[in-house]
Structure formats: structure tokens, C-alpha cells
């Protein structure tokens, strides 16, 4: 893609998980990273094209980044001592930008829900942690890892695990590992999607690099560490 700037490609590319977007080999769409954010978009997108989403539900998305997220512009509120030993919410009153690409993925599939999304700075390095909150149009199986397992067999750099993740468990790895969990006390049936990724890798270079090797007919994992 580097330098075609024709409007013809640039209104086929899209923002996602390159898991997702690749289906059998076979190259359905040219990807684009753009954001870490892609691959917290491409689990609503599995909630959007199963209609698991209640009509009319509040989806409560609250992700908690790494500073290097924030990019390398130097900024007096990204310094240690101002990161270090802290933790804050940022482009709060729900106007974040990523918000414009999660509702058009709604609209997308014909979902009736608001988004609500709230960013939060943590003092690390590197790394995103996202809890997902969704009311449902109707409860899930008892295992409700099963259709997240489904959707992603055989996904090299998809780890459905029924411990919760952590940012630990994805550092320096190109992976996103995800849980599930139901809640109770709630009128709505409603679970809870946790998703981790090390936004350096899966969130940015790592995912690059393997949107690359599937264009290029290279094994999806050259290069790559899982």
C-alpha cells in the first residue's frame, strides 16, 4: 500500500484485527493498523454480526493504556513524574475519536446501542487492558467462552482463556487474550469481555508486520513472536 494514495484503495481500507478481516487465506480486504484500538473494535464487531446486543443497550467500554500509546510527542502530563505512581481517565464525555469508528461499526450492522467509551492512563510502559461491558438480547450458554472459541479456532494470536487476562501475560508478544464473564444482579442479561494486548505489538508493529506476511503469501507468524 505504501505509496498508492488513489482514493479507490484508500476507501478499501479498514481499521481491525488482521485475524478477522483474513478469512481461509484468502484476502477479503486490505488492512490498515492505524490505532491499538483496532483490536478492541474487532470483539464488538463478533457482538454486532451475532446480534448478541440488547436493542437499545448501554455497551460501557473502559480501556486502560500504557502511556507509549499517547505516541512520542513530548507533553508535560506524559512525563514520569507526572505518569509515574498515578492513574487517570482521559477524552472523557464520551468525544473520543475512536468512538466515531466503533459507531460506525454499529451502524454497520444495524446495531441499537450506545457506545459509551472511557480511556484511562496507566503508569506502564506499554500494554492495554479493556473491560467490555454488554447487555445481551438473550443469556449465552454456561460456557461463555465457547462462541469466542469458535470464532477464533486455530487463531494462532487469539488466547481465549478462563482466567482473566493481564498485561503480563502479552508483554512483548503479538497476542490478545481475551475472557468472558456473566454478572449478576442485573435485569438485562449482561457479560463482561476482557481483552489485554501490548499495544507495541499487537496493538502496532506486531500486527503490521502480520498483516504483511498474509499479503505478501508469507506464513502468517515470520517473524513474529506469540
Known amino acids: 500500500l505504501l505509496g498508492d494514495t488513489g482514493s479507490d484503495r484508500i476507501d478499501r481500507l479498514v481499521h481491525d484485527l488482521v485475524d478477522q478481516i483474513f478469512e481461509t487465506g484468502e484476502i477479503r480486504q486490505s488492512p490498515e493498523v492505524k490505532e491499538a484500538m483496532d483490536t478492541l473494535r474487532a470483539f464488538l464487531r463478533y457482538c454486532f454480526e451475532r446480534g448478541l446486543i440488547a436493542p437499545g443497550a448501554q455497551v460501557n467500554i473502559s480501556a486502560a493504556s500504557g502511556v507509549s500509546g499517547a505516541g512520542l510527542s513530548p507533553r508535560l502530563d506524559l512525563l514520569f513524574g507526572e505518569v509515574t505512581?498515578?492513574?487517570?481517565?482521559?477524552?472523557?464525555?464520551?468525544?473520543?475519536?475512536?468512538?466515531?469508528e466503533m459507531r460506525a461499526l454499529a451502524a454497520e450492522h444495524g446495531v441499537d446501542a450506545d457506545l459509551i467509551f472511557t480511556p484511562h492512563l496507566l503508569?506502564?510502559?506499554r500494554g492495554i487492558l479493556s473491560t467490555i461491558t454488554v447487555p445481551l438480547v438473550r443469556p449465552l450458554d454456561d460456557d461463555l467462552l465457547s462462541p469466542w472459541?469458535?470464532?477464533?479456532?486455530?487463531?494462532?494470536?487469539?488466547e481465549i482463556e478462563e482466567s482473566l487476562p493481564e498485561l503480563r501475560h502479552v508483554a512483548e508478544r503479538n497476542v490478545v487474550r481475551i475472557a468472558v464473564r456473566g454478572m449478576d444482579g442485573l435485569r438485562t442479561p449482561t457479560i463482561q469481555v476482557f481483552s489485554a494486548i501490548d499495544n507495541l505489538m499487537k496493538g502496532a508493529a506486531g500486527q503490521a508486520l502480520q498483516n504483511a506476511n498474509l499479503m505478501l503469501g508469507l506464513h502468517e507468524s515470520a517473524g513474529l513472536p506469540a
Not at 492513574?87 to 473520543?96: D, E, L, Q, T
Not at 472459541?149 to 487469539?158: D, L, N, Q, T, V
Request: proline share 3%.
Open 149 to 158: 472459541r469458535s470464532r477464533y479456532a486455530g487463531e494462532r494470536f487469539i
Open 85 to 100: 505512581e498515578n492513574f487517570r481517565a482521559y477524552g472523557v464525555g464520551n468525544a473520543h475519536r475512536h468512538l466515531r
Open 123 to 125: 503508569p506502564v510502559a
